[in-house]
Nanobody, 124 residues
Framework: QVQLEESGGGLVQAGGSLSLSCAAS????????MGWFRQVPEKEREFVAA????????FYADSVKGRFTISRDNAKNTVYLQMNSLKPEDTAVYYC?????????????????WGQGTQVTVSS
């Protein structure tokens, strides 16, 4: 089992920045791909960014490409999401996810583990 805990959400004005962190604990010796998703009420959870097991490959949703950066520090079992130039439409609960594997994954059903989520609110 792997436990994930997000932190770093909050309220920011449009154009501002936030940095999210996701700390993994438990069975972390295996290679894990990591991802960030987000969800607003009454909508499906949507893909934001993904990173492969060693951080060598990343992938982004078109809506955040060029503004968000995903990274990881395996020594700390932590993955990050740096969010710049935030827009009101980025407002959502952001979830960290993990999947045992060396590649990267972009679909909700591909992930095995999920954090509880952290709220990001961008005011206009």
């Amino acid at each position: 089992q792997v436990q994930l805990e997000e932190s770093g959400g909050g309220l920011v004005q449009a154009g501002g920045s936030l940095s999210l962190s996701c700390a993994a604990s438990g069975r972390t010796r295996s290679a894990f791909a990591m991802g960030w998703f987000r969800q607003v009420p009454e909508k499906e959870r949507e893909f934001v960014a993904a990173i492969n097991w060693n951080g060598g490959t990343t992938f982004y949703a078109d809506s955040v490409k060029g503004r968000f950066t995903i990274s990881r520090d395996n020594a700390k079992n932590t993955v990050y999401l740096q969010m710049n130039s935030l827009k009101p439409e980025d407002t959502a609960v952001y979830y960290c996810s993990a999947k045992m594997g060396s590649y990267y994954y972009i679909r909700v059903y591909e992930y095995d583990y999920w954090g509880q989520g952290t709220q990001v609110t961008v005011s206009s």
